[in-house]
């Protein structure tokens, strides 16, 4: 049983497969399961944690060690049964966070019922595609609910030069910035004194009122 794991997947189809593959790159350890071996085999040589379960049960969680990550995403889709029972089995083992991906509003409002956060992988990149296109600065988001947002966004033209001090985002349009992704390296530590250069893309978080404000959308 792994230990200490803090992410879970269940179903390795299309989706589940792109998230696991994803935090393992990131560095994040992941159990991965799934009831069809084959599926499994295309995270083994990526991860030892993997494991076929016959019937998604909460014992059957229990023993993959599961119900001690802090997150689990449920990447089953068409099975809206096995959907729901996995997430049903995840919030009453405690887990702290489940995200479940959902196939229509009807799944999704039981899904939501239950206890879980709900995702729709392709409407969710549809929009993503939408925004980005729509505004230049915008270069990815990410919805954190009731409103409000993390985006990476290209520096203003009208930023390069001034300090974090100077340009003062949080009293202008209420976003904090979290880190400054420059030249491919992520400069977390962020003073009053940092001073924007071009080429810089901001990591922000706030309400998508204030993050559009700050686009000029």
């Known amino acids: 049983m792994a230990k200490d794991v803090k992410y ?18 990131g560095g994040d350890d992941v159990i991965a399961v799934d009831v069809d071996a084959e599926k499994l085999s295309a995270l083994s040589d990526q991860t030892e944690n993997v494991y076929i379960v016959h019937q998604i049960t909460a014992d059957s969680l229990i023993e993959t060690g599961l119900d001690k990550c802090e997150v689990v995403i449920i990447g089953i889709g068409k099975n809206i049964e096995a959907s729901l029972l ?90 904090n910035i979290i880190a400054v992704n420059r030249d491919g390296h992520i400069v977390a530590d962020i003073t009053p004194d940092l001073v924007f250069k071009k080429g810089d893309v901001l990591i922000l978080v706030g309400s998508d009122k204030s993050l559009n404000a700050f686009m000029g959308i």
């Open 8 to 25: 879970g997947i269940i179903g390795l189809g299309r989706f589940g497969l792109a998230v696991a593959q994803t935090l393992i790159k």
């Open 86 to 175: 996995a997430a049903l089995h995840c919030i009453e083992l405690k887990i702290p966070r489940v995200i479940a991906k959902a196939n229509s509003e009807e799944h999704a409002q039981i899904l939501r019922m239950i206890g879980a956060e709900v995702i729709f992988p392709e409407v969710d990149t549809a929009q993503r595609i939408a925004r980005t296109l729509r505004n230049s600065l915008l270069v990815d988001f990410f919805s954190v609910g009731s409103g409000y947002s993390i985006i990476q966004a290209n520096l203003p033209d009208k930023l390069v030069g001034k300090s974090v001090v100077e340009s003062n985002l949080r009293r202008k349009y209420g976003i």
